[in-house]
């Protein structure tokens, strides 16, 4: 309730939600690098012996400090782009990181069709999949149910301004990437309990929740549609959507005002998130897939080909309005690129 009201107390509010990030950012890239180098120190090199040489709270803390102010200095150079540049700043530096292991992936691929470890037909249908599955996930990321938004006649001063229709969009995939990294961190927390347990018990529940096992996946699956209901009752609020339209004279056509239209957007919204809740696991389970079953060379899908594909269309989309205010011309002559927004 607290950051819900920060957030509608315009700059001010936001500055301080951005203030409150980067304390978080902080403390939480404290604890992951403690935890890192822990598991830094019990990693055994092949010729015997460890791979940290002198390990102890002095390599503990000179790891934390490195780890964090490198987060701290990519926090910095994000909050910089995004300033000055196009587009989000953090989302365009992850991108960056994920494009730029694509050439080696190619070379991979190549290498692997020369050794005769992959034949001709496989990588043929495996780069029709990834043009059919880049094709879905833009028609799903601009996918959304435009609920119609009647406005009735106002009298402002000694105008009066006619009724005007609208309509309000609710997107398929609200959640976005949230979901499946939600997901996977909870699914990545028992194998690093268990790492630190010598039970058979544990070790037993270390190999079943691992990477590419059924249970792992089912788990995956359903944590990944449970995030995707629940980051979507978090951000967004059918009341208050709906007393909003009725603040400025708004109604949805056959609905009354107040609380049976948000009864209304909440059905809407309930049903198209299964839709999309549905996509997003599919997405993220298809680089199991593609593994197991094709003996694919590289990681196509998850988080990361998400993040490529919607980064891409906001990009491209605040390149057209940049463009359009500039010149009244964009990339295309007719229509606009639409991002996920």
């Given at each position: 309730p607290y950051l819900e009201k920060l957030s509608k107390e315009g700059e001010i509010g936001r500055r301080k939600i951005t203030q409150y990030t980067r304390y978080g950012t902080v403390l939480l890239s404290l604890v992951q690098s403690f935890f890192i180098s822990v598991g830094l120190e019990s990693i055994e090199a092949p010729g015997g012996g460890g791979v940290v040489f002198q390990p102890g709270w002095h390599f503990r803390l000179m790891t934390m400090i490195t780890l964090t102010t490198g987060t701290a200095f990519i926090m910095w150079l994000g909050e910089q782009i995004t300033e000055r540049g196009i587009g989000n700043g953090i989302s365009l530096i992850i991108f960056a990181g994920i494009?730029?292991?694509?050439?080696s992936a190619v070379a991979t691929t190549?290498?692997?069709?020369?050794?005769?470890?992959?034949s001709i037909l496989v990588a043929v249908f495996i780069?029709?999949?990834m043009v059919a599955v880049v094709a879905a996930i833009i028609f799903m990321e601009r996918a959304q149910r435009r609920i119609p938004v009647q406005y009735a006649k106002r009298v402002v001063g000694r105008r009066m301004y006619s009724g005007q229709s609208s309509h309000l969009p609710l997107k398929i995939n609200t959640s976005g990437v949230i979901p499946p990294i939600f997901a996977s961190s909870i699914l990545l927390f028992p194998g690093t309990v268990t790492?630190?347990?010598d039970h058979p018990v544990a070790r037993w529940i270390?190999?079943?929740l691992a990477p590419g096992t059924w249970l792992y996946t089912v788990v995956y699956v359903v944590l990944i549609v449970f995030f995707c209901y629940f980051y979507t009752a978090v951000t967004f609020n059918p009341p208050d959507v709906a007393d909003n339209m009725k603040k400025f004279g708004g109604y949805i056509p056959g609905i009354r005002p107040g609380q049976r239209t948000a009864e209304y957007i909440e059905r809407i919204l309930n049903r198209i998130t299964l839709p999309g809740a549905l996509y997003v696991a599919a997405v993220c389970v298809l680089p199991t897939i593609l593994i197991s079953q094709f003996k694919v060379p590289f990681y196509f899908g998850g988080t990361a080909l998400l993040i490529v594909v919607g980064v891409a269309l906001?990009?491209?989309?605040?390149m057209e309005t940049h463009l359009i205010t500039r010149s009244?011309?964009?990339?295309?002559?007719?229509g606009r690129i639409r991002g996920r927004r």
């Open positions: 494009v730029a292991a694509m050439p190549f290498e692997f069709i020369k050794q005769a470890e992959l780069v029709v999949v790492n630190f347990i270390s190999q079943q906001d990009t491209i989309a605040a009244y011309e964009g990339f295309m002559k007719r």
